[in-house]
Every structure is written in C-alpha cells, then in structure tokens.
T-cell receptor, first 112, second 112 residues
Framework: DVKVTQSSRYLVKRTGEKVFLECVQD?????MFWYRQDPGLGLRLIYF???????EKGDIPEGYSVSREKKERFSLILESASTNQTSMYLC???????????FGSGTRLTVV | GDSVTQMEGPVTLSEEAFLTINCTYT??????LFWYVQYPGEGLQLLLK?????DKGSNKGFEATYRKETTSFHLEKGSVQVSDSAVYFC???????????FGIGTKLQVIP
C-alpha cells in the first residue's frame, strides 16, 4: 500500500517560531499537496508540487512556504507561526492518472 | 472557480437505515468526482470515484453516480453500520495537475 507519513501527530509551538512539517511518501508519486483542515471550512489547499523543486501556490499560501528537494519529501514551513495557524495539516500525494489522493494521518498544530 | 457543495451535518441515523449525502458541484470542463471518508483521528481515505458522466463508483456498500445534467454526485448506502460513523467529503479534480477541490465535509453519526 502507498504510505504517506507525516512526522508528527501533535505539535505545540510558540507564536513567532519557525515551524517545519514534514511529509514523506514511498510510492514515487510526482504530485504532493499540503492542506489545512478547519471546522466549518473543510480542506483548503496551501501549496502543491508536481515535481522536485517545483511548487505552486494553492488557495491560502500566505504565511507558509514549502520545500521539495527530493521526490519523496514535501515540507511545509511556517516562517513565523501565529495563533491563526492553529489547525490540522494534511499532506497528500498522487500518481499518474485519476487515482485520487493518498493522505497522511495529519499533524494537529497548536500555536500558543 | 471550481466548488463543491454538501451539507455539514451532523447526520444522525439508526443502524440499518438508508443513507444519502447530497453533493453538487460547479466546474469548468469535465472533472472527475470523488468521495473521501475520514474516521476519527485519521487522515482522509478515498472511498470511491467516477471519471465521466453516468459512471457509478462503488465501494464497501457505498455508491455514487456522476450526474452531469444535475451536476451532482450523491453518496448512498442501503444499510449503515455504527462503524460507518465518520466525516464524508465530496471532491472534484482538476485533471491538469490533479488538484482536488473538497466540500466542507458531512459528519455522519450512526447510533445502535
């Protein structure tokens, strides 16, 4: 089975800290995605990448950046964490064709 | 832009009841349509998909038919179980980069 692994299930960070969320997939997928999930808002796309070193802004990129130095790893960076970035962060990957996404288990980030 | 509309719920049903969760969409072109399920504390899992008009996706007793004329993809199950309690997301994909737009998610609670 395709596996998407997010490095942390729960994180607590302080306002102003630089935060790294890591995501690794093991099926050689080209496409990777970062979403945040909030009650009443569903999933919103932050950034996505369709190749190494490529990145595209999603619907809510402000306050975030990403890095994809290797095909299997896609990192989300919060340059200066703020309390409004408290959320569940979901990473996903997909391969060629219309397969749908494979999601990681999510990282619940709390910024205090 | 693309959008997906579904009720947030919660939808509360007794075990063995019939389930319908409505989903309508707005998109240019001919998107692929998906239902994802999120069990408590987990990431999303692909439940079923349909790639063209009149296709029926099915899995684990759940079904949904791609209705282009009504731009709908309603999820149905004939007899729900307590284990079906979860949040269900309708989604559509942009074929170019497989970027997916999600609905808000519908929480289903099944009581014994």
């Amino acid at each position: 089975d395709v596996k998407v692994t997010q490095s942390s299930r729960y994180l607590v960070k302080r306002t102003g800290e630089k935060v790294f969320l890591e995501c690794v997939q093991d099926m050689d997928h080209e496409n990777m995605f970062w979403y945040r999930q909030d009650p009443g808002l569903g999933l919103r796309l932050i950034y996505f990448s369709y190749d190494v070193k490529m990145k595209e802004k999603g619907d809510i990129p402000e306050g975030y950046s990403v890095s994809r130095e290797k095909k299997e790893r896609f990192s989300l960076i919060l340059e200066s964490a703020s309390t409004n970035q408290t959320s569940m962060y979901l990473c996903a990957s997909s391969g060629p064709g219309i397969q749908g996404y494979t999601f990681g288990s999510g990282t619940r980030l709390t910024v205090v | 832009g693309d959008s997906v509309t579904q009720m947030e719920g919660p939808v509360t049903l007794s075990e063995e009841a019939f389930l319908t969760i409505n989903c309508t969409y707005t998109a240019t072109g001919y998107p692929s349509l998906f239902w994802y399920v999120q069990y408590p504390g987990e990431g999303l899992q692909l439940l079923l998909k349909a790639t063209k008009a009149d296709d029926k996706g099915s899995n684990k007793g759940f079904e949904a038919t791609y209705r282009k004329e009504t731009t709908s993809f309603h999820l149905e199950k004939g007899s729900v179980q307590v284990s079906d309690s979860a949040v269900y997301f309708c989604a559509l994909s942009d074929i170019g980069y497989q970027k997916v737009t999600f609905g808000i998610g519908t929480k289903l609670q099944v009581i014994p």
